[in-house]
């Protein structure tokens, strides 16, 4: 398909390996662009969505106003030069970006990458980086256990685990919406959803799948895999008793990813 571009964007939780996989695509993908999050004071509201965005989309859906952020970041997008466009933030999936795509496919591909990491490990991270201790941090990065928009119901695990209860609750919604968008996208001709664990992608053999997958073949041994990111020491020390409670948490909680975005599709949900 010459002249086709493929435009690349993420289905993940944050705290998952955006930034590392940003850093396998640029140093990868011939012909790219390639961003981790457009963070700067100016860039919200313009390339990033901001918090009205987030709590709009997640409270009423797709209204006017969210659209009209996605039809002037997309049409920016789709005037990229370059054969890939990629952009790894985790906030623009719970924003609206797929019920707004519809720009970059008029000729192009968009790939989604449902990038997921052990539970365990995500949760330590939010734990330590004080997440989801405060409203303002679940509206302006993650989402809020009671926005109406939700797909998994948040009080049980809440009640069971509090904090780790919170944090479980939101890495399970977002790979409920991860499901429920892989099927709602099945069959579309110009969109294709990849599934990564982080821990896939760390290797060379995994980082070629992704990249062939994405229409850049390379072997194993051409890759160039990034260093390591988000290593250096955590603001909260996480201690072996706190660690057990987030091990026994997860091994009593009950779901089927599957099963609820299933339901979620039966019942036609849309955002």
């Known amino acids: 398909m010459p002249g086709v571009r493929d435009f690349i964007f993420t289905m993940t939780t944050g705290r998952s390996g955006t930034q590392y996989l940003a850093e396998l695509l640029r140093s990868n993908l011939p012909d790219a662009v390639c961003y981790h999050e457009m963070l700067a004071w100016d860039r919200f509201g313009v390339d990033t969505p901001d918090l009205s965005h987030m709590t709009l989309f997640n409270s009423q859906g797709n209204i006017e106003k969210v659209q009209a952020f996605w039809q002037r970041k997309l049409l920016r997008i789709a005037k990229t030069q ?58 302006l990065w993650y989402l809020d256990p009671q926005y109406p928009k939700n797909l998994v119901s948040s009080a049980e695990l809440i009640n069971a685990g509090g904090i780790n209860g919170v944090c479980l609750w939101y890495v399970l919604e977002i790979r409920v919406r991860a499901a429920y968008y892989t099927k709602l996208l099945a069959g579309h001709p110009k969109v294709l959803v990849h599934r990564f664990t982080l821990d896939e992608i760390r290797v060379p053999d995994g980082a070629s799948r992704l990249l062939d997958a994405l229409g850049c073949p390379l072997s194993p041994a051409a890759i160039k895999l990034p260093p390591p990111h988000n290593t250096g020491s955590p603001s909260v020390n996480v201690d072996e008793a706190e660690e057990d409670r987030i091990r026994q948490l997860i091994a009593t909680a009950q779901f089927d990813i599957e099963a609820m975005a299933n339901e979620a599709i039966r019942r036609n949900v849309r955002f």
Do not use: C, Q
């Open 82 to 139: 370059t054969r890939f466009y990629a952009e790894t933030s985790h906030l623009l999936m719970k924003s609206g970006l797929i019920e707004n795509m519809s720009p970059l496919t008029i000729t192009d591909r968009v790939h989604f990458i449902a990038l997921e990491r052990d539970l365990l490990s995500t949760i330590k991270s939010f734990r330590r980086r004080f997440d989801f201790l405060n409203i303002g941090n679940m509206w």
